[in-house]
């Protein structure tokens, strides 16, 4: 839906999801406010979580601004500002930045948990009715609030290396995180080879993990071999000091459990749809195996800067690129959302 700009409005051109549909709406910002940094996009992707939004399988607002992976450079930005390592962002600097904006002062934050703020504004599914309206990667143009954690990118790297640092690379730093330091050196099952899975097989195998995979696709699970992994053998290898389910199939989660030694601990992040993945679960297994089980869901600020580091130290020579579709023009996004869900690609590429 298009909507009618006033003469000499400050405008970004948005993708939206409304009434059933993708579309493009050139949407009128208000002046920007003291703490707001305002990007230029530069490269977005479309995310798993933004196919599941477009095909209802998770409620959205109207017009939905679509997309939280990206990178851009800085607009406009309050005098002194600076990134989350205290490095001056300035007009002509590349940014990347979390999904999330926080409050920085509920109990949720005071624990950690910023990434579920109390009152937690989440780009990529927030409607343009909602100030700062321009909240969606898919777009050329993009408003960061003041509680949105951002890490300006050194010059010397790809937009498409650093395109899913604010969701994939920034999961999978969690979900590794969130295996313990004791997975070093291990054996490891990764369950599921799409973006955040693949980006896992990289980082665990950089720790000197023997990382096994389990992945339907031929592709996926080729790719996740050149990052270190290998096919977990038959389908039944193990079992595994620490396994982790990225896939999101209730099948994929049960295999995985089972693939669990006594003693040992399973990352649960593929599953973001409560009602769509139920399983049934004897309770009995993870007790007298002794097994840990984790949920992850986004990551926390540490996480998102370790995810960061890692990609601009180590990603650069792994053809992560391959992880992502050839260019779609922001006018073609309905192509582009038809191209995910044919699932060739774990990430399609956006440029406005």
Same mark, same amino acid.
């Given at each position: 839906?298009?909507?009618?700009?006033?003469?000499?409005?400050?405008?970004?051109?948005?993708?939206?999801?409304?009434?059933?549909?993708?579309?493009?709406?050139?949407?009128?910002?208000?002046?920007?406010?003291?703490?707001?940094?305002?990007?230029?996009?530069?490269?977005?992707?479309?995310?798993?979580?933004?196919?599941?939004?477009?095909?209802?399988?998770?409620?959205?607002?109207?017009?939905?601004?679509?997309?939280?992976?990206?990178?851009?450079?800085?607009?406009? !930005?309050?005098? @002194?500002?600076?990134?989350?390592?205290?490095?001056? *962002?300035?007009? $002509?600097?590349? #940014? %990347?930045? /979390?999904?999330?904006?926080?409050?920085?002062?509920?109990?949720?934050?005071?624990?950690?948990?910023?990434?579920?703020?109390?009152?937690?504004?989440?780009?990529?599914?927030?409607?343009?009715?909602?100030?700062?309206?321009?909240?969606?990667?898919?777009?050329?143009?993009?408003?960061?609030?003041?509680?949105?954690?951002?890490?300006?990118?050194?010059?010397?790297?790809?937009?498409?290396?650093?395109?899913?640092?604010?969701?994939?690379?920034?999961?999978?730093?969690?979900?590794? !995180?969130?295996? @313990?330091?004791?997975?070093?050196?291990?054996?490891? *099952?990764?369950? $599921?080879?799409? #973006? %955040?899975? /693949?980006?896992?097989?990289?980082?665990?195998?950089?720790?000197?993990?023997?990382?096994?995979?389990?992945?339907?696709?031929?592709?996926?699970?080729?790719?996740?071999?050149?990052?270190?992994?290998?096919?977990?053998?038959?389908?039944?290898?193990?079992?595994?000091?620490?396994?982790?389910?990225?896939?999101?199939?209730?099948?994929?989660?049960?295999?995985?459990?089972?693939?669990?030694?006594?003693?040992?601990?399973?990352?649960?992040?593929?599953?973001?749809?409560?009602?769509?993945?139920?399983?049934?679960?004897?309770?009995?297994?993870?007790?007298?195996?002794?097994?840990?089980?984790?949920? %992850?869901?986004?990551?926390?600020?540490?996480?998102?800067?370790?995810?960061?580091?890692?990609?601009?130290?180590?990603?650069?020579?792994?053809?992560?690129?391959?992880?992502?579709?050839?260019?779609?023009?922001?006018?073609?996004?309905?192509?582009?959302?038809?191209?995910?869900?044919?699932?060739?690609?774990?990430?399609?590429?956006?440029?406005?």
């Amino acid at each position: 839906m298009d909507t009618e700009p006033r003469g000499g409005a400050d405008l970004a051109t948005i993708a939206t999801f409304d009434d059933g549909r993708v579309g493009i709406e050139r949407v009128e910002l208000s002046p920007r406010k003291a703490g707001e940094v305002d990007l230029t996009v530069l490269a977005a992707a479309v995310c798993g979580s933004d196919l599941h939004t477009v095909l209802g399988h998770r409620p959205a607002p109207p017009r939905t601004a679509l997309g939280h992976e990206g990178v851009g450079v800085v607009r406009d !930005a309050d005098p @002194g500002a600076r990134d989350l390592r205290g490095t001056p *962002l300035r007009a $002509g600097d590349r #940014a %990347v930045f /979390a999904l999330y904006a926080a409050c920085g002062t509920c109990d949720r934050c005071a624990s950690g948990l910023a990434m579920k703020c109390r009152s937690v504004l989440k780009y990529g599914h927030e409607s343009v009715d909602r100030e700062p309206r321009a909240t969606g990667t898919l777009a050329d143009r993009v408003r960061l609030l003041p509680g949105v954690p951002v890490l300006r990118v050194p010059d010397g790297h790809e937009d498409t290396l650093v395109v899913s640092a604010g969701c994939a690379v920034a999961t999978a730093a969690e979900i590794v !995180a969130a295996a @313990g330091p004791e997975a070093a050196g291990r054996d490891v *099952l990764v369950v $599921g080879a799409g #973006a %955040v899975g /693949a980006y896992c097989v990289a980082m665990f195998a950089g720790m000197g993990c023997r990382v096994a995979v389990r992945e339907v696709s031929e592709e996926r699970l080729a790719l996740a071999e050149s990052l270190g992994g290998h096919p977990d053998p038959g389908g039944g290898g193990g079992p595994y000091p620490v396994a982790v389910e990225a896939s999101g199939h209730p099948d994929a989660f049960l295999g995985a459990l089972n693939a669990v030694d006594v003693g040992g601990r399973l990352v649960a992040a593929g599953s973001v749809s409560p009602g769509a993945t139920a399983v049934t679960l004897d309770p009995a297994l993870l007790v007298t195996r002794r097994i840990s089980v984790v949920g %992850v869901h986004n990551y926390t600020l540490e996480s998102f800067v370790r995810g960061v580091d890692w990609l601009l130290e180590h990603g650069g020579g792994l053809g992560l690129e391959r992880l992502l579709s050839p260019p779609v023009p922001l006018p073609e996004i309905t192509d582009g959302f038809e191209l995910m869900r044919r699932g060739a690609y774990a990430r399609v590429l956006v440029r406005p």
